[in-house]
C-alpha cells in the first residue's frame, strides 16, 4: 500500500522519521555518520559506535555489525573530544590531542601501511600492528612486509613531530587533522586532489599541507566531504 517513487524500485513511507530514545544516562555531544555506521560521542567523551561493522569500523575488535550503541571499551578512561566518521574508517582525537584511528585501510586512510601503494611503489614498509597481511618486500630479516587492510580495534597514530591534534574530518577514503597550531595534515585517497598536495598521489602516513603554512595562514577547522576537503583559516595572529 506504499507509494512507489517514479522511475524507481523504492517505496516512500507516510511515516514521520524513525525514533528511538537513547539510554536515560546516555546524553549525546556529537553523532557522525559513515556510509554505513554511526559514532557518537557523549558528554564525559565516552564514544558508542554502531552499525555494519565487516571493515572494522566500529571499533569492537570484530567485524560483526551492532544494532544498538556499543561504548567503545577500548577507549574508556580516555576522554575525547572529537569524533568523525569516514566511508569505512573512523577517527577520534582526545582531550589531550591524541588520535585514535580504526576501520578500513584500504587507500591508506588510516595511516598505516597499504599494499595497494606499496605496489605502486609510493609507501614505505614499516611495522605497525592490526591485521596484517604479508606484502611482496620483505624487512631486514628478510619477513613479509606487514600491510594493514583492516584495524578492528582503535590505533594511536603520532602526527610528525609529535603535534597534538585538536579537530578531525573523514572523508570517504582520506583523512583530515588540524593541530594545536593551525597546521593541517591529509592522508588516504588522494586521485582527486583532496588532500591538497598539489597532486592525485594517495598516502598511508600524513602529510602537512604547505599551502597554509607558505601563506602564513593558521587552520581553525576542517570538513571532508566524500571526496573533497573544505578548510576554514585565518591569518597567522588574527584572534
Known amino acids: 500500500a506504499l507509494p512507489l517513487l517514479p522511475g524507481a524500485r523504492a517505496y516512500v513511507s507516510p511515516r514521520p522519521p524513525f525514533y528511538r530514545p537513547l539510554a536515560p544516562e546516555l546524553r549525546a ?15 564525559a567523551g ?24 556499543r ?12 569524533v568523525a566518521a569516514g566511508g ?24 598505516l601501511p597499504t599494499r595497494s601503494l606499496a605496489e605502486d611503489g609510493k609507501t614505505v614498509a614499516r611495522e605497525a600492528s592490526g591485521l596484517n597481511e604479508g606484502g611482496p618486500s620483505g624487512g631486514e630479516d628478510g619477513a613479509p612486509a606487514p600491510f594493514i587492510a583492516l ?35 591529509t592522508w588516504g585517497w588522494g586521485k582527486y ?15 602537512r599541507v604547505e599551502y597554509f603554512v607558505d601563506k602564513q595562514l593558521q587552520v581553525r577547522a576542517v ?11 585565518v591569518e597567522r595572529g588574527e584572534s
Not at 555531544?29 to 558528554?43: F, S
Not at 555494519?52 to 571499533?59: A, K, M
Not at 561504548?71 to 572529537?82: F, H, T
Open 193 to 207: 586532489g583532496q588532500l591538497g598536495h598539489k597532486d592525485t598521489t594517495s598516502l598511508d602516513r600524513p602529510r
Open 29 to 43: 555531544r556529537r553523532l557522525e555518520l559513515g556510509a554505513e555506521h554511526a559514532l557518537l560521542l557523549d558528554e
Open 88 to 111: 569505512w574508517h573512523s577517527v577520534c582525537v582526545s582531550e589531550t590531542g591524541d588520535i585514535y584511528i580504526w576501520g578500513w585501510n584500504e587507500s591508506g586512510q588510516l595511516a
Open 71 to 82: 561504548l567503545l571499551e577500548a577507549l574508556q578512561g580516555l576522554p575525547m573530544a572529537e
Open 46 to 69: 565516552q564514544v558508542f559506535s554502531w552499525g555494519q561493522g565487516r571493515h572494522g569500523q566500529l571499533g569492537h575488535g570484530t567485524l560483526e555489525a551492532e544494532p544498538e550503541p
Open 151 to 185: 584495524q578492528p580495534f582503535p590505533a594511536l597514530l603520532d602526527l610528525p613531530g609529535g603535534a597534538d591534534a585538536v579537530k578531525a574530518s573523514c572523508g570517504s577514503r582520506h583523512t583530515a587533522v588540524v593541530t594545536r597550531t593551525g597546521e593541517l595534515y
Open 223 to 233: 570538513s571532508c566531504g566524500l571526496w573533497n576537503t573544505y578548510v576554514c583559516a
